[in-house]
């Protein structure tokens, strides 16, 4: 059986994430109380197995914060019963979360008259500590919007069932910081950079013209070659340790070209039946 806890900041896309959970055939259920959780895996659940095969549960800022502290040990348990128990967690930054509640006009489930929204926020995420650290995929949705956002899930969840690992290659630019949800970030900015090429500046790595012109880079080369050599050697080692995901991030200063080409050339290499391999160039949405 499958059991996926989606949790994260309010304001991150966690109601678009059980949507789409929905849509690829989860029972979901949002705002669950944390302390139900195990009585409803045992007495539903597990009596039901066809109905409740696959589910996802919602579990935020809205329980009390005195139950969440236990979640380590209720994990432990759930997984004991011999359910396939993953997390996804969701954040945003904090500019972008106020933004959001800005323009929708919703409250956050922690603000009152004492509680201003920014600090609700910094409260809401010393609350979901315990549920972050165990998180087996972190979804930052800061630059992301909602179709990008369905197609993630989609990619991550729906098409791994199928394979081993999901293995993320993301572009973006170092002016528009680093992604929070990488594993590993490779700096792209020492190589030759198309920009400074007037017939060049305009276009993106995905462009023919801008291709040609970095594969006939040879530092551009070594450095698609060094990120191969550690990938093939190390994600047979995070397979083997159990995870399901893995995020590969590479920058170049406006994540246009050079960090564009490396991602869609890095694609190419490692697919496989085997890996799930997705492709997402921020900057170019």
């Known amino acids: 059986m499958k059991l996926i806890i989606v949790s994260g900041l309010s304001g991150s896309g966690k109601s678009i994430a059980l949507e789409t959970l929905e849509d690829c055939g989860y029972y979901c259920i949002d705002n669950l109380p944390f302390t139900l959780l195990e009585s409803f895996i045992a007495d539903v659940m597990l009596v039901d197995k066809n109905t409740y095969a696959k589910t996802a549960i919602g579990i935020d800022a809205r329980n009390q914060s005195e139950s969440l502290v236990n979640f380590s040990e ?5 997984r004991n019963k011999g359910i396939d128990c993953e997390i996804i ?13 800005s323009e929708t006009r919703r409250r956050h ?8 929204l920014k600090e609700a926020i910094k409260i809401e995420k010393e609350m979901l500590v315990p549920i972050a650290r165990h998180a087996s995929v972190v979804i930052d949705t800061s630059r992301t919007h909602y179709h990008q956002l369905r197609d993630l899930i989609k990619d991550q969840i729906g098409e791994r069932e199928f394979r081993h690992i999901s293995l993320q290659f993301q572009s973006f630019g170092y002016k528009n910081g680093i992604p929070l949800d990488a594993d590993f970030v490779y700096d792209a900015r020492s190589l030759p950079n198309p920009y400074w090429i007037p017939e060049l500046r305009g276009l993106t790595g995905k462009d023919q013209p801008v291709s040609d012109f970095l594969k006939s880079q040879e530092l551009v080369g070594e450095l698609f070659q060094d990120i191969t ?6 994600i047979p080692r995070f397979e083997a340790e159990g995870r399901s995901y893995l995020t ?6 406006g994540g246009q070209h050079r960090s564009v080409y490396l991602v869609d050339t890095l694609a190419k290499q490692f697919k496989s039946p085997t890996l799930n391999v997705i492709v997402r160039h921020r900057e170019l949405s």
């Open 229 to 234: 050599d550690f990938l093939e050697r190390w």
């Open 248 to 253: 590969v991030a590479i920058g170049c200063t």
């Open 89 to 101: 967690f969701m954040q945003a930054e904090e500019s972008t979360l106020l933004k959001r509640y």
């Open 74 to 78: 209720s994990l432990r348990l759930i």
């Open 109 to 116: 489930p922690l603000t009152d008259f004492n509680i201003p």
